[in-house]
């Protein structure tokens, strides 16, 4: 079965501020070590691919093909970590002696088209997605977790649509932006963590561009959606929170990722941003206007910045065991609501930046 996300390319953060991909988004492609490995594989194939994962999993390793390396970052447009990394004075000097340049802002797919086209080399998406980019053996390696509670995305009943409660979007139209994205997941999640049938509900594809006119004018009866999305239609009067990522146990978090031979051959390059991700998320836990600050840059309205100054204010985390078993729990999640059709070795995909290893 081919993925739901090959083939409708989620698209996440075309324009500010109707798009932010913490996820996720599950867009926001790894050709894979040796997780893929088939009956037929030769002997030596199998000694390369053991050998790329012993590599991987040696982040931060000395490599002297550093020196004077150019770390490519496609950044969304979104304000995630490695988005708002470039606006501070440390990140220049955080990779030394290799250098870092950040291109864009970019959407999801753009970007991932900038890093497999050989223009870029790191860029963002959300956990969900980055499963479904593993399991079509796509070559991306993810180095660290953004982490938040889930507040951020939820469903909105529209105004005039008199529901108050998910079981009553059942016969109801529910906007997402694609078969197998961060809004098809969050209506599955929510309905099986609520013991309701997900069946009984109308998924209507769209751009999210077109989010906030068909939730204001009664086009569908609710939106599934996250970030500013959510806090656009949370602030349309008349509207309904029904849920949110908090309440129905969300694993469904953004993860920074780079190419696989980009991770394979600097090592201590990508230990070396792991650590500035991880002084800019400590930052932000008492300075968070960092956040709402690269919102405003990108044109999102003070209505809008307010209510997402409101959500939990992410944290990075390395992809050690904890970080692996939980990528392991959502690719399970995938796999029972067909977004995949099955789960696939993430463990060959991912390195741990720690140090504890």
């Given at each position: 079965m081919q993925s739901y996300h090959r083939r409708h390319q989620q698209q996440e953060a075309a324009e500010y501020p109707s798009d932010r991909t913490r996820s996720q988004h599950d867009h926001p492609r790894n050709a894979g070590g040796r997780h893929r490995l088939r009956r037929f594989t030769?002997?030596?194939?199998?000694?390369?691919?053991?050998?790329?994962?012993?590599?991987l999993a040696a982040c931060g390793s000395d490599n002297a093909q550093s020196s004077g390396t150019t770390l490519r970052v496609a950044y969304l447009s979104t304000a995630?970590?490695?988005t708002t990394l470039q606006y501070e004075d440390f990140a220049k000097n955080s990779l030394s002696p290799a250098h870092i340049t950040w291109t864009g802002p970019y959407s999801p797919s753009d970007a991932y088209a900038a890093v497999q086209s050989g223009n870029a080399d790191a860029s963002s998406t959300g956990t969900g997605h980055f499963v479904d980019l593993i399991a079509e053996q796509q070559p991306w390696v993810a180095f660290a977790l953004e982490y938040y509670?889930?507040?951020s995305q939820g469903i909105v009943a529209a105004p005039g649509s008199n529901i108050t409660s998910l079981k009553g979007l059942y016969g109801k139209s529910i906007a997402i932006d694609s078969k197998g994205g961060t809004g098809d997941y969050i209506v599955n999640q929510a309905f099986a963590y609520?013991?309701?049938?997900?069946s009984k509900v109308n998924k209507v594809e769209m751009k999210q561009t077109d989010f906030a006119s068909a939730f204001t004018s009664g086009k569908v009866d609710a939106l599934?959606?996250?970030d500013q999305n959510l806090a656009m239609a949370i602030s349309t009067p008349g509207a309904k929170l029904?849920?949110?990522g908090s309440r129905y146990e969300s694993l469904n978090v953004s993860t920074h990722m780079v190419s696989k031979r980009f991770a394979q051959e600097h090592p201590d390059v990508v230990k070396k941003l792991y650590q500035a991700l991880k002084k800019e998320?400590?930052?932000?836990?008492t300075h968070p206007s960092i956040i709402t600050d690269a919102y405003r840059k990108f044109g999102a309205s003070d209505t809008l910045t307010k209510i997402v100054a409101g959500f939990d204010t992410p944290e990075i985390r390395p992809i050690d065991a904890q970080g692996l078993a939980q990528l392991n729990k959502q690719a399970e999640q995938y796999r029972q609501f067909g977004f995949i059709d099955h789960v696939p070795d993430l463990s060959a995909a991912v390195i741990d930046c720690s140090g504890k290893h």
């Open positions: 030769s002997l030596l194939s199998a000694f390369l691919g053991l050998a790329l994962v012993t590599s995630n970590y490695l509670d889930g507040d609520a013991g309701l049938d997900v599934a959606s996250f029904l849920t949110d998320s400590d930052k932000a836990q």
